[in-house]
């Protein structure tokens, strides 16, 4: 039997809000069975708990935006991926602002902090969904399809008119070695023609070279490429 899972012990991390620009401080915290993941707002006079519950997205803009009771955490796709790559079901989150900090644009940080601070596991059984039949969702010419499977593979394929990033795929067994190899490392991109109209949203207003790989008309601007 799979049983759930948690940190060991606590971990801490500063960064910025990649569309805030503000400064974060993070907290995450071992949680007991059953309780999934939970972000704190603690900047907020009352402290404020939004679940990671998919029926609480609210924005998908750049980002993926949690939102319960007009209370906003955005960003929070790196560290949810980073926690369901590696078999996490337990945290609390605490932030200091409204944005999960961006780090170097990639789940990578997250799994090194959570390595680092080790996965204990607890003595309820792991919950799955399971695919029963075929499930499509296309939209603005892009799709996402679940079919049964036992198991959990995935194949992913992206398509920018751009040489520098093209067509590219990944098909892929799903598990922790798996996603600290092929996954962790993938970054946020944008493309620096993009650059004034996003901050003229009020987005990528945290946006650097240290936390995000910038595309110029021909070459990529990061001094380290992609």
């Not at 200091?96 to 990639?106: Q, R």
């Amino acid at each position: 039997m799979l049983r759930q899972r948690t940190l060991k012990t606590t971990i801490r991390a500063t960064g910025v809000g990649l569309h805030s620009g503000e400064k974060v401080y993070m907290t995450l915290r071992p949680a007991a069975e059953n309780a999934g993941i939970t972000f704190r707002r603690v900047d907020l006079d009352h402290p404020v708990d939004v679940p990671a519950d998919p029926m609480l997205v609210g924005e998908t803009m750049l980002g993926t935006t949690l939102e319960k009771d007009g209370v906003k955490v955005a960003t929070v796709e790196h560290l949810m991926s980073a926690l369901a790559g590696l078999g996490i079901d337990n945290v609390h989150v605490d932030l200091s602002a409204s944005e999960v900090p961006i780090m170097d644009g990639s789940a990578a940080p997250f799994v090194e902090a959570i390595d680092e601070a080790g996965i204990a596991e607890l003595d309820a059984p792991r919950r799955f969904l399971k695919v029963l039949k075929p499930i499509c969702v296309e939209e603005n010419g892009a799709v996402g399809e679940l079919t049964p499977y036992n198991g959990f593979h995935l194949d992913i394929e992206i398509d920018f008119e751009t040489p520098l990033i093209g067509k590219q795929n990944l098909s892929v067994e799903l598990n922790p070695g798996a996603f600290r190899r092929d996954i962790a490392r993938a970054r946020t991109f944008g493309f620096m023609k993009d650059v004034e109209q996003l901050w003229a949203a009020g987005l990528a207003l945290g946006a650097s070279l240290d936390n995000t790989v910038a595309i110029g008309e021909d070459r990529v601007i990061n001094r380290e490429g992609l």
